[in-house]
């Protein structure tokens, strides 16, 4: 008696994630979100102490409007460190790569901090208290959402430019054009930042036009393949 033979199922086909080509419009997602929430914070924002109380009344609307687009802010700009990041395949470097991912990680926390701070301080401009408690405590994070974002956030952003751009150099993905703008930016950035809010801007800028030149080196999305190995 013979056995009739068994027709085994073919395996699935293995496919090879591969990042879209959408997902670089992440970095202009950010760049234009990110300069969003920079304008509607420092509209009218004074830089002394003076007249805190009334900034935070009179730009209700604006900064709630920016709280609540800071965590689209911070889900693109990490979209945009995949993309980046992708680019690199087998050229990555691990330590650059761990300061360009560290420096990134921590920009983006320092203007959650920041974001979060400034919804606070329209939430107890709500609640009745003393006056000058009151002032006092704008004032305080005032100088806590300034700290965050002109001292800290805005030099992480410089270390992030300075180590991409590095990256770029030592591995010609980039054109050289664009890894000396970078050292050029965030040298500004590194020395300017304390200077004034409206500094910041140069940051979605850049990312602006690193995520241009993304999107037209970048071809159509690779269709997966049917055949099976």
Do not use: C
């Not at 460190?81 to 320092?110: N, P, Q, T």
């Not at 409206?198 to 690193?210: K, S, T």
């Amino acid at each position: 008696m013979s056995i009739p033979p068994q027709h085994t199922k073919p395996a699935p086909a293995l496919r090879q994630l591969s990042t879209p080509r959408a997902a670089a419009l992440a970095g202009v997602v950010f760049a234009v979100l990110f300069a969003t929430v920079i304008i509607l914070i420092r509209t009218r924002m004074p830089e002394g102490g003076q007249d805190s109380t009334d900034w935070v009344a009179s730009q209700r609307s604006a900064i709630t409007t920016a709280t609540v687009l800071m965590p689209f802010v911070g889900i693109s700009f990490l979209w945009f460190i995949g993309v980046v990041r992708d680019g690199f395949g087998r050229y990555e470097d691990r330590f650059f790569l761990s300061v360009f991912l560290g420096s990134g990680l921590l920009f983006l926390a320092m203007m959650f901090v920041a974001t979060a701070v400034t919804a606070g301080m329209v939430t107890s401009n709500s609640v009745a208290a003393d006056p000058a408690a009151h002032a006092e405590l704008i004032n305080f994070g005032k100088r806590v959402v300034l700290s965050a974002t002109k001292t800290y956030a805005l030099r992480m952003a410089a270390v992030f430019m300075i180590s991409l751009a590095t990256i770029w150099l030592k591995t010609r993905l980039m054109p050289r054009w664009l890894a000396g703008l970078s050292y050029l930016l965030a040298l500004a950035l590194l020395i300017a930042g304390d200077t004034s809010m409206w500094v910041a801007l140069v940051f979605p800028a850049w990312v602006l036009v690193v995520s241009g030149l993304i999107l037209a080196r970048s071809g159509p999305d690779e269709q997966p393949s049917s055949r099976h190995d």
